[in-house]
């Protein structure tokens, strides 16, 4: 969407302020030997607190409130009471949400406890190339320019980027035009960051695979050639200068 007017940037705000809170207090409870159900019953308590409603499901009539997913998956995890999280997990939460009309978009990648499995360094990675290509997205800048730098970030530091996920525009739905912001150069894509605008940017930052594919049942995705993947995702208002992080209240820069 468009910001036009003071009412939607308020908007825009308490429903990334919703989605931020719960991914941040989702990431704190999240504990070994917790099943991926109870934390995202947790999480559903924390919007529903908030007023605010599950996009997946409202969208997708998705099996969850967010989604969690474990090593090797790489998204859209459905909650199961008997996937149980185990020490040194790589994890990743996405949470997205409708609040007043306003829907929002956030998510990240951790280990959970001690890092015995060495997915630290992947999870460092994804977070740093967020922030730089943030850093870098202004009105007028190609959203292909944006792939390249993500792209080019990931393999200067050893890694590959999942070339069939990606960011998105947002605001009055869960997914907006533009409908691809890619983590690579598309050179299909001339389309450029429009001031004022609501996008949601996320890196998809892989140690083997560069697609992903679906699993049997239609929701969660691995890769094609196996390994790991961390994702970091800011909904973000595009200015003349440095974007305004909607979702900065989940801390995952900190």
């Known amino acids: 969407m468009s910001i036009t007017k003071e ?18 207090e989702m990431r704190k409870h999240a504990r070994p ?8 019953d947790y999480g559903a308590s ?5 007023a605010a409603r599950s996009a997946p499901f409202l969208t997708y009539g998705f099996p969850g409130a967010t989604c969690i997913s474990v090593n090797q998956e790489f998204c859209h995890g459905i909650p199961s009471p008997t996937r149980i999280l185990q020490e040194g997990d790589l994890i990743n939460i996405d949470v997205s949400a409708e609040l007043n009309g306003f829907w929002s978009d956030n998510g990240e990648s951790f280990v959970l ?23 870098n997205i202004k009105g007028g800048v190609r959203i292909s320019d944006i792939g390249h730098l993500i792209e080019t970030e990931a393999k200067r530091s050893g890694y590959k980027v999942i070339r069939n996920l990606t960011g998105h525009g947002i605001g009055r ?18 389309a450029r960051f429009k001031k ?12 083997t695979s560069t697609f992903a594919e679906c699993l049997e049942g239609g929701w969660t995705l691995v890769g094609n050639k196996g390994g790991f993947m961390a994702q970091h995702e800011h909904t973000i208002l ?13 801390g995952i820069w900190n």
């Open 113 to 135: 406890g001690d890092d015995i499995h060495n997915h630290q360094k992947l999870v460092t990675a994804s977070k740093q190339i967020l922030r730089k290509a943030i850093d």
């Open 173 to 190: 739905a869960l997914h907006e035009a533009p409908s691809e912001i890619a983590n690579f150069r598309d050179n299909t894509n001339h």
């Open 46 to 50: 924390i919007l529903a607190d908030l």
């Open 238 to 250: 595009v200015t003349d200068g440095q974007p305004v992080v909607l979702t900065d209240k989940n």
């Open 33 to 40: 030997g917790m099943s991926t159900k109870q934390l995202d």
């Open 7 to 24: 009412s939607e940037l308020i908007g825009m705000q308490r429903a990334s302020d919703a989605v931020a809170t719960t991914l941040k």
């Open 196 to 207: 004022n605008s609501v996008v949601a940017i996320e890196t998809f930052i892989s140690t």
